[in-house]
């Protein structure tokens, strides 16, 4: 089975702290994307990687950086967390070309105090 | 840049009866691909049904069918025979030809029994 996996499912931080979201796939995909998820928003893009190293700015990467060292995993980077950081965020991957789909990990609630 | 409107934020539905969730998009690419995903309250997202744009037929998968249009940029989604298990967030997604995915802002719905 297909698996996206997040490292934490509910993470509280305080103002300030540096924060890592981290991801990792199990499909030998290309792509991974780091989503947030905000009521009445949707899933807004913060950042997209197509391969190892590589990656490119979505919608939303103020505040954000990532890193993707090794294909199967994907970190996001809150460099100083902040209140207004506080959501819902998602991971997923795919592969790369036409037919293909979103597979998505379980999210990770960040509560920044 | 790729937009995708969902214009109902929340509905509801009987047990049984039939319900269709509207979608538009706007892009400037003749290729490209088109998604619904269901969030249930597990947070996990699932994959509902997908379309490639250059496929006339609408896509079906069980009791879920969509109605593409494509000059109008309209891709809304039927779920036939309610079930308490529809309850869900439901996202539209789009694909662009660089397999970057854009999603709405999603649409609550409630089966009541």
């Given amino acids: 089975d297909v698996k996206v996996t997040q490292s934490s499912r509910y993470l509280v931080k305080r103002t300030g702290e540096k924060v890592f979201l981290e991801c990792v796939q199990d499909m030998d995909h290309e792509n991974m994307f780091w989503y947030r998820q905000d009521p009445g928003l949707g899933l807004r893009l913060i950042y997209f990687s197509y391969d190892v190293k590589m990656k490119e700015k979505g919608d939303i990467p103020e505040g954000y950086s990532v890193s993707r060292e090794k294909k199967e995993r994907f970190s996001l980077i809150l460099e100083s967390a902040s209140t207004n950081q506080t959501s819902m965020y998602l991971c997923a991957s795919s592969l790369l070309g036409a037919n293909t789909e979103a597979f998505f990990g379980q999210g990770t609630r960040l509560t920044v105090v | ?113």
């Fill in chain 2, 1 to 113: 840049a790729q937009t995708v409107t969902q214009s109902q934020p929340e509905m509801s539905v009987q047990e049984a009866e039939t319900v269709t969730l509207s979608c538009t998009y706007d892009t400037s690419e003749n290729n490209y691909y088109l998604f619904w995903y269901k969030q249930p309250p597990s947070r996990q997202m699932i994959l509902v049904i997908r379309q490639e744009a250059y496929k006339q037929q609408n896509a079906t998968e069980n009791r879920f069918s969509v109605n593409f249009q494509k000059a109008a940029k309209s891709f809304s989604l039927k779920i036939s025979d309610s079930q308490l298990g529809d309850t869900a967030m439901y996202f539209c997604a789009f694909m662009n030809n660089f397999n970057k995915f854009y999603f709405g802002s999603g649409t609550k719905l409630n089966v009541k029994p």
